[in-house]
């Protein structure tokens, strides 16, 4: 059955798009033959009422049914982003969770469709000689919804996994009991209309079930166990903010066509078969656009989910690609072969005059239903939903308008311009949007719904120590117990395991420990410790102050000072003390001077620290690393230097610099050459730049705000000094996975206070 899953966030686009659009188009195909075998097998054994009869239920159904296809493309949106960002566990809890609003949904449609079957058909102005026969197959089409759920419910999962063949092998094999059903109920047993509803029923039951045993039994993504079997709020709450407003917007547009419906009733059995039959037939152009759409949906969700905002793009110019040839090919096939289709289906003159009218008219304007399915789709897999709500506000507008405007001025056939004009006005809403780009702040607003959650613990240093120590017993404990999520801190951490067992996690990577081990942690690094079972582990830990320390050791040499820290604060280690024993002793002798608190320790700590952070420094140091300059006494420019680095966004001039130092601006360049070893204006630089480095790890902002930030007046300046001091351009250096701040901005972060 193909792959089992796809991901679509990579490879070449087209391609992918085709080749899972394909099978979607296939599998509603033959689910559109569902309802083409029941409406030739009516029209055919039961005759023209019962054909009109199915006809107007069809109208019926789909207002129920599109608040059911709305929760079910709310799951596949989730889902979709959750895989496409890489998080299966994410996937299983939606997975496990979409079951409950499956059921309760259920239950809501069939009550409520097993209740009001005959009002709505009332509704819809249905004539006393057809309305028990479309109740009939009403109500027995709502009380087989259950079949209909679980086809449509599993299938969305499948697909939003990137998975279409599997929906189709199954509908194809349902699709061939539903033709035996028909005949088996509808000719050989005489169960008139609700045998056609039966036959349809059943066979979406067992095509659901078949799909749904597939994705138990053959996709580990989706297996749960008995006590994973809870309903997640907030997840129930994404899928809900994504299929409410589809449920919405299908039911909005199920109205309008209930509205057109309910006026062609008006004009008597032939009209209302020719209007069944085309729009049976319209309904094969838009599985086309709707397998394009799903197709694009799919895509568009995966990549939100990787956050490749320009790779939608380009899946929505292939869908635009996909959507030409496709109804090139139709429209022409549907303008030319009108008469045959309708005599196919009926024998009756007026109605076959009156279909032929309607398909050369919406023939011409497929492809514009097409371009509006692309619309739905992006905007909706994006989150947008609003807008697509707002799509189906404009449809209900424009068609009851029209149908009303219409007919009073042209008769029946100004219906038959209603469903064109409609498409085209909820495009062009569509396409203003998209092409406005307000639906990528959507994307941003939904992501942040779904931050993983992340601890930010944070410590005060005592004043006069450059070391927090938490020693004692109270560290000896079981580590991580009921803790599913990272956390950080403010200041560089330091841990020695004495004994124990169980696993050290840096970002993603779970590094087993046992005793005699240490971790060197940068402060804002992601990390945590969890003990095996209920084992019991020894850690101490020292937090260290290391940017304040080194600036107060480096006080006359800020540019020493900050090499010392980046150096210090560039990766984690954890390792163990034969491994690294010159730092391992020094950190273990740091927690003896902490612990017992001899005469003068605080002297020797700072000693011994401070020889701890230049092991540390020298650890991290990079092999191409350039050559770095060693600052003499720098007392003479200590005012200019301190206003560089507390003023470097605004203009600075070297004349201001040497007033503010009480010497000439010759000497000045000379005192500077001679201590910095580079002259007043490439440090001006130098100390833009680090600051712009810290920006670009911090924050999401462009790089062109952050130049203005740091001092540069334009964009063009800021990348060569850039360059020129960092040796790579400032886009290259902020996807540097060095800067694991960056984790930070993704995260729900709470905060709490240590020890």
């Given at each position: ?29 033959f ?15 039961l ?9 107007i239920?069809?109208?019926a159904?789909?207002l129920?049914f ?23 566990k994410?996937v299983t809890e939606?997975?496990?969770s ?6 309760v949904?259920?239950?809501?449609i ?11 058909l009332?509704?819809?102005q ?6 028990d ?17 679980l086809?449509?419910?599993i ?6 996994l990137?998975?279409?063949v599997?929906?189709?092998v ?8 539903n033709?035996?059903l028909d ?16 036959a ?13 045993v ?7 993504i ?7 079997l809870?309903?997640?709020r907030?997840l ?7 299929g ?5 917007q ?5 109205v ?6 309910a006026?062609?009733?008006t004009?008597?059995?032939a ?7 085309c ?7 838009w ?12 895509f ?9 905002l ?45 279909g032929?009218?309607?398909?050369k008219i ?5 492809f ?9 789709n992006i ?12 799509m ?13 405007l ?6 029946y056939?100004?219906?038959w ?5 409609t ?8 396409c ?6 307000k639906w ?10 779904s ?7 944070y410590y ?7 070391v927090l ?31 124990g ?9 779970d590094?087993p ?27 101490e830990?020292?937090?260290i102050d ?19 820290i980046?150096?210090v604060?560039?990766r984690?280690?954890f390792v ?26 605080l ?29 003499g ?17 605004r203009?600075?001039k ?6 503010m130092c ?6 000045l ?7 910095m070893?580079?002259?007043p204006?490439?440090?001006?630089n ?16 462009t ?15 800021f990348?060569?000094?850039f ?15 060095e ?15 240590g020890?």
């Amino acid at each position: 059955m193909g792959e089992k899953t796809v991901d679509m966030t990579k490879g070449s686009i087209l391609p992918k798009m085709i080749r899972f659009a394909l099978p979607v188009l296939l599998g509603m195909l033959f689910q559109r033959i569902y309802n083409f075998v029941d409406v030739y097998i009516v029209g055919r054994y039961l005759g023209d009422e019962a054909l009109a009869a199915v006809s107007i239920a069809g109208g019926a159904m789909y207002l129920l049914f599109s608040i059911m296809m709305g929760l079910t493309t709310g799951v596949s949106v989730v889902v979709s982003q959750y895989y496409g960002g890489g998080n299966e566990k994410k996937v299983t809890e939606t997975f496990v969770s979409s079951i409950y609003v499956a059921v309760v949904s259920t239950l809501i449609i069939t009550i409520a469709g097993l209740i009001g079957a005959r009002p709505l058909l009332r509704i819809l102005q249905t004539s006393n000689d057809l309305i028990d026969q479309a109740t009939v197959y009403l109500m027995v089409v709502f009380a087989g919804a259950v079949g209909t759920m679980l086809y449509n419910w599993i299938s969305a999962v499948l697909r939003s996994l990137g998975n279409s063949v599997v929906p189709l092998v199954f509908l194809i094999i349902s699709s061939v009991l539903n033709v035996i059903l028909d005949i088996v109920f509808v000719v050989w047993i005489p169960m008139g209309v609700a045998g056609a509803a039966f036959a349809t029923v059943l066979a979406q039951l067992l095509s659901g079930i078949g799909c749904l045993v597939y994705a138990w039994k053959i996709l580990p993504i989706l297996q749960f166990t008995k006590e994973e079997l809870r309903c997640d709020r907030e997840l129930v709450k994404q899928m809900l903010i994504y299929g409410v407003p589809t449920g919405l917007q299908m039911s909005i547009i199920s109205v309008s066509d209930m509205t057109l419906q309910a006026m062609v009733n008006t004009y008597g059995t032939a009209l209302i078969v020719a209007y069944g039959v085309c729009i049976k037939v319209e309904g094969v152009g838009w599985e086309m656009a709707e397998a394009i759409g799903t197709s694009l949906g799919t895509f568009t969700g995966q990549n939100v989910g990787a956050n490749h905002l320009d790779r939608v793009k380009q899946g929505v110019r292939c869908a635009y690609l996909m959507n030409a040839v496709c109804y090139g090919i139709f429209c022409p096939v549907i303008w030319f072969f009108a008469r045959p289709i309708m005599e196919a289906f009926t024998g009756n003159p007026e109605s076959i005059r009156y279909g032929v009218e309607y398909m050369k008219i919406f023939s011409c304007f497929f492809f514009v239903g097409g371009i509006l399915v692309v619309y739905h789709n992006i905007l909706r897999s994006a989150g947008d939903v609003t807008i697509t709500v707002l799509m189906g506000v404009s449809e209900i507008i424009t068609r009851i308008g029209c149908t009303f405007l219409f007919t009073a001025v042209f008769g029946y056939y100004g219906l038959w311009w209603v469903s064109p004009l409609t498409w085209c006005c909820a495009m062009l809403v569509g396409c203003v949007r998209y092409y406005s780009g307000k639906w990528k702040k959507k994307v941003q607003l939904q992501r942040g719904e779904s931050k993983p959650k992340m601890e930010y613990r944070y410590y005060e240093i005592p004043a006069g120590s450059p070391v927090l120590a938490l020693l004692g017993d109270k560290w000896v404990q079981n580590y991580g117990r009921e803790i599913d999520y990272l956390h950080f801190h403010n200041h560089l951490e330091v841990g020695f395991c004495y004994y124990g067992e169980g696993t050290v996690t840096f970002k993603e990577e779970d590094l087993p420990f046992d005793g005699n081990m240490f971790t060197v942690v940068p402060k804002n690094f992601p990390h945590t410790t969890t003990s095996t079972g209920d084992s019991i582990s020894y850690w101490e830990w020292l937090f260290i102050d290391a940017d304040k320390f080194l600036r107060e050791v480096y006080k006359d040499n800020p540019r020493m000072a900050q090499k010392v820290i980046d150096r210090v604060n560039k990766r984690a280690h954890f390792v163990r003390v034969q491994d690294k024993p010159q730092i391992g002793a020094l950190v273990q002798q740091i927690i003896v001077c902490m612990r017992e608190r001899k005469e003068f320790y605080l002297e020797e700590v700072k000693g011994l620290t401070l020889a701890f952070l230049l092991q540390v420094a020298r650890w991290n140091r990079e092999e191409a690393e350039k050559a770095e300059f060693e600052a003499g006494n720098t007392s003479l420019i200590t005012p200019a230097i301190d206003y560089i680095s507390e003023c470097c966004d605004r203009p600075i001039k070297v004349e201001e610099l040497a007033a503010m130092c009480h010497i000439s601006e010759t000497h000045l360049r000379r005192v500077f050459h001679e201590c910095m070893q580079m002259s007043p204006v490439e440090y001006i630089n130098w100390v833009r730049i680090r600051t712009a480095c810290g920006e670009l790890k911090r924050t999401n902002d462009t790089v062109g705000d952050i130049a203005v930030r740091c001092g540069f007046s334009t964009l063009s300046t800021f990348n060569r000094n850039f360059h020129r001091i960092m040796g790579i351009s400032p886009q290259q250096w902020r996807k540097d996975p060095e800067h694991f701040e960056r984790k930070l901005l993704n995260c729900d972060i709470i905060a709490k206070k240590g020890w």
